[in-house]
C-alpha cells in the first residue's frame, strides 16, 4: 500500500513540478481572480466523490491515473481514490495517520495541518504551492489536490479551503 500511495504522489510531484503546463493550465493568467469573478458553482462527482467548484472548471480525462481530474485557468484539482483492500487494517488509519503516510512515502517536508475539520498538507514545488487534503469514506481513502501558481497561493487560498470544504464522500 505504502508503495501505491509513494508511486502515486512521486508521478504527481514530477508532473507539477515543472509548472502548470502538464495540468492543463498553460493559458493561466498572470493575477488569480477575484472571489466574486471565480465563476457559478458546478458539482463534480467522480466514484463516490462530490464536490463543488465552479464553472470556470472542465474535467479532462486524467492519463497521469488520477480517478478525477479538473481544471480552470487558475487552479488544478486532482482526486486519487484508494480502496481499504489495498492493505489489510487501511480501513482503521485515522485521517492524520493517512496523510502522514502520503508526506513520509514522498519524502516530503510538511506537516498534517488541520483546519475547520479538513486535514490537509501544503507544499511548495517548482513555483507552484499545493494543498493535499484527506477524506475518509466507507471503503476508501479519497486524497484531493488542488495546485495554482505560488504567486496566486494567497488570493485563491480561501476559495481553495472552499471547495475543500465542499466535499462529500460515500
Request: glycine share 8%; charged share 25%; net charge negative.
Amino acid at each position: 500500500m505504502k508503495k501505491l500511495i509513494t508511486f502515486v504522489l512521486i508521478a504527481v510531484f514530477c508532473i507539477t513540478a515543472p509548472g502548470c503546463t502538464l495540468l492543463g493550465l498553460e493559458k493561466h493568467t498572470n493575477t488569480a481572480p477575484d472571489e466574486a469573478s471565480l465563476g457559478a458553482e458546478k458539482v463534480f462527482t467522480c466514484d463516490g466523490l462530490s464536490i463543488t467548484l465552479t464553472d470556470l472548471f472542465r474535467e479532462k480525462n486524467s492519463h497521469m491515473g488520477f480517478d478525477g481530474y479538473y481544471v480552470s485557468e487558475f487552479c488544478g484539482v486532482m482526486v486519487k481514490i484508494e480502496p481499504f483492500s489495498l492493505m489489510e487494517g487501511f480501513e482503521n488509519e485515522t485521517l492524520t495517520e493517512y496523510i502522514e503516510d502520503v508526506i513520509e512515502n514522498n519524502g516530503q517536508d510538511a506537516v498534517p495541518e488541520e483546519k475547520d475539520g479538513l486535514v490537509y498538507y501544503r507544499y511548495y514545488n517548482g513555483g507552484n504551492a499545493g494543498w493535499n487534503f484527506a477524506y475518509k469514506g466507507s471503503d476508501a481513502f479519497y486524497l484531493v489536490q488542488f495546485i495554482c501558481r505560488e504567486d496566486h497561493e494567497t488570493k485563491l487560498s480561501d476559495a481553495i479551503f472552499s471547495f475543500a470544504g465542499s466535499v462529500t464522500v460515500r
